[in-house]
């Protein structure tokens, strides 16, 4: 069950690192599927309110790992495995895997994804991000990208590692068959902070570490689709602190400071189109973030670039992200800008289950 609704608000929500001005701001759309309550429907701002009350009172409990295991990758008919995307690689986690399409010819549409883990787990084939390889049976290839973690270095390490890796795939697109022109960067939890932070630094060379490679490549991306990502490091929920300040090295909690860190603190005018999907369950990241991200993109750059769609869940209705009514609409914002003319010829209904493997290597 899906029903849309198109906001026009005034910039009433507040944000780190400005006042909220209130000013009449590009519409929001917001896309609700589930079982929305009428008060949600009625009154956003409203059940903004009541969530942070909920969050507060419910038990400080960090979200347990959706799945544990990889994705098998055999599964898959052509595979590049372990490429190393910087010329002076510090870490094993500096490489990325390039998964091709079933579909199509090339060069091939690009995603390029960026894993979950609270920056301090994960890698490119964790299982418990293995619902975004259904995209390559959509026509796309998706490029997976692994980064250092927090205990490897302190950020801004994870954004210099993700534009290293846009940077090398510009610059080797034709090696690999690949469209590199138009890039959309996705992720999930903390990958979606790095896609977003990917979006608010476009064209900002303050942001570059130009010697880890390929320098005279652009480092920008042309879309980005966040899933659950935090958009502001230095206001996340008690739980999830020790997160942040191991990803910045300090309290990061109302830290000046951290705001380099938060995407919603960095959104400049050439933000390119996005979007933020928010399981209202997730107790990490409250989806309070998505939606303040989503009024200040479009504040910033005076378009509706921004489209908020909420998965309403909770205790009971747990599905949360990892379902075909979230991944649908996902890969129709991919089609819109990677496809934008005469749309993408290699969607279908076949999405099939993707195979893992435990930590033994059972299936």
Known sequence: MTR?????????????????????????SLEISGEATP????????????MEDRLEKS????????VTGQVDLGQFWRVEQDIDYTVNRTSPRQRLNIIYPFEGEPPYRTIVYFHDGDWQ????????????????????????VGYRLADEALWPGQLHDAKAAIRFLRANGEQYQLDTEHLVAWGRGSGGHIAQMLGATNNNP?????????????????????WNGASDITNLPEQTRDAADALTGYLAYMSELALEASPVAQVSEDFPPILLVHDT???????????????????????PRATLRLVVSGEQTAQGLDHPDVMFPSLDFVDALLYPLDGNPHRSSFFPGIQTVDDTGQQ
């Open 4 to 28: 849309r609704i198109v906001l026009s608000v005034l910039l009433a929500l507040p944000f780190a690192g400005g006042l909220a001005e209130a000013r009449q701001i590009p519409p929001v």
């Open 39 to 50: 008060e949600l429907l009625a009154d956003f701002r409203q059940a903004l309110r009541r």
């Open 59 to 66: 038990e400080n409990q960090v979200e347990a790992d959706r």
């Open 121 to 144: 787990s994960g890698n490119r084939t964790a299982a418990a991000d293995a619902v975004a390889y259904q995209a390559i049976y959509q026509g796309y290839a998706l490029v997976n």
């Open 206 to 226: 303050a942001a570059e570490d130009p010697g880890m490679g390929y320098a005279e490549a652009s480092s920008a991306v042309q879309g980005v689709v966040s």
């Open 281 to 303: 369950g997730n107790r990490a990241v409250p989806f309070e973030q998505s939606a303040r991200m989503a009024i200040r993109v479009n504040a910033a750059t005076g378009e």
